[in-house]
């Protein structure tokens, strides 16, 4: 049977994906993190702080499991929280040692990263981010 290109497309995404985060997990379990806990310490790092709400919105997670991530990366150090603007929510930020631990766990996905991508030029990869963005929108 021969598969239709948005059929090929997408097993070749599974193809890549999976093994990506495996290979992620590794690099990462170096580091004594989980991908979900490095997941939810990138975004905290990018965005400086965020609430719970949010950051299960921008994993697409339930709230439950980011609680569980959360709590695991209190528990380590790495994040402390602090009242919002309403009193029932609270802001999630890096501690010292969850800086330090993104810098440096940064530098090994990068590195997984670039492996990854090998010689493909920045030029397609442009063309690459801007297309699974326009996917990514359609969900």
């Keep these: 049977?021969?598969?239709?290109?948005?059929?090929?497309?997408?097993?070749?995404?599974?193809d890549l994906y999976r093994p990506f985060i495996q290979r992620s997990a590794e690099v990462l379990a170096k580091e004594g993190l989980t991908v979900p806990q490095w997941s939810a310490l990138r975004l905290i790092a990018?965005?400086?702080?965020?609430?719970?709400?949010?950051l299960a919105a921008?994993?697409?997670?339930?709230?439950?499991?980011?609680?569980?991530?959360?709590?695991?990366?209190?528990?380590?150090?790495?994040?402390?929280?602090?009242?919002?603007q309403?009193?029932?929510?609270?802001i999630i930020l890096l501690t010292v040692?969850?800086?330090?631990?993104?810098?440096r766990t940064s530098s090994s996905i990068e590195k997984l990263e670039r492996e990854v991508v090998g010689d493909i030029p920045e030029q397609e990869q442009n063309?690459?981010?801007?297309?699974?963005?326009?996917?990514?929108?359609r969900l």
């Design 1 to 14: 049977m021969e598969l239709k290109s948005h059929q090929l497309f997408f097993r070749r995404f599974t």
């Design 46 to 54: 990018e965005q400086d702080e965020m609430s719970p709400a949010e």
């Design 58 to 84: 921008r994993q697409f997670v339930e709230k439950p499991t980011v609680s569980r991530t959360i709590q695991q990366l209190l528990e380590s150090g790495m994040i402390e929280t602090r009242q919002g």
């Design 86 to 90: 309403d009193k029932r929510a609270k």
């Design 97 to 103: 040692k969850g800086h330090e631990t993104y810098d």
């Design 127 to 137: 063309t690459m981010i801007r297309r699974l963005t326009e996917m990514r929108e």
